[in-house]
């Protein structure tokens, strides 16, 4: 038995289209190039290069932080040197000129200049700097809101990494 024809005939875009359309629209408007980014004012680009400048001081730290665990625990060297130059690369990223000559200096040369006294067993270094990652990555993701677009596109990639970082130094080691 054939089902029966609909009770009306439906004229133009159904509902979910419009709804869809109207959600594309937003995400187009949302969504800025580099161009877009060049009419702000005096203040914003100040305020965006005090956040940049903010970013690479806080790749350094975390660097520091990496540095002197790698320091106190040489055995962590192969989980840890790949995320280590991850981090590298987000504090050049940002402009910061000190992550650079890090990157080049060896891990207990670097670890001298750290304040923070790092755990004495190695799980607790590493549950310590997937704190201190997740957290960093935290502050980024409610800082990007505030931020034109590619500084606000680079600082959410860089939160999603150390979140990411957080993730493998926590859950690696079950």
Same mark, same amino acid.
């Given at each position: 038995m054939p089902f029966p024809p609909p009770p009306r005939t439906l004229l133009?875009?159904?509902?979910?289209?419009?709804?869809?359309?109207?959600?594309?629209a937003a995400l187009l408007v949302g969504c800025s190039t580099d161009a877009d980014d060049s009419g702000t004012t005096g203040g914003s680009e100040s305020a965006a290069e005090r956040a940049?400048?903010?970013?690479?001081?806080d790749?350094?730290?975390?660097?520091?932080?990496?540095?002197?665990?790698?320091?106190?625990?040489p055995t962590l060297a192969d989980r840890l040197d790949p995320l280590r130059a991850e981090v590298v690369r987000h504090a050049a990223a940002f402009?910061?000129? =000190?992550?650079?000559?890090? +990157? *080049?200096? @060896? &891990? =207990?040369?670097?670890?001298? +200049? *750290?304040? @923070? &006294?790092?755990?004495?067993?190695?799980?607790?270094?590493?549950t310590d700097l997937a704190t201190a990652e997740r957290a960093?990555?935290?502050?980024?993701a409610k800082a990007l809101l505030d931020l034109p677009?590619?500084?606000a596109r680079l600082l959410a990639s860089v939160a999603a990494a150390g979140a990411a970082h957080?993730?493998?130094?926590t859950e690696g080691a079950k």
């Amino acid at each position: 038995m054939p089902f029966p024809p609909p009770p009306r005939t439906l004229l133009g875009p159904r509902r979910r289209s419009l709804l869809a359309s109207a959600a594309g629209a937003a995400l187009l408007v949302g969504c800025s190039t580099d161009a877009d980014d060049s009419g702000t004012t005096g203040g914003s680009e100040s305020a965006a290069e005090r956040a940049r400048a903010r970013a690479a001081s806080d790749s350094n730290t975390l660097l520091q932080h990496y540095d002197a665990v790698l320091a106190a625990h040489p055995t962590l060297a192969d989980r840890l040197d790949p995320l280590r130059a991850e981090v590298v690369r987000h504090a050049a990223a940002f402009g910061g000129g =000190s992550g650079g000559s890090t +990157a *080049s200096s @060896s &891990p =207990s040369a670097s670890a001298s +200049a *750290s304040p @923070s &006294p790092v755990a004495a067993t190695p799980s607790d270094a590493l549950t310590d700097l997937a704190t201190a990652e997740r957290a960093l990555a935290d502050r980024r993701a409610k800082a990007l809101l505030d931020l034109p677009g590619e500084l606000a596109r680079l600082l959410a990639s860089v939160a999603a990494a150390g979140a990411a970082h957080a993730y493998l130094l926590t859950e690696g080691a079950k």
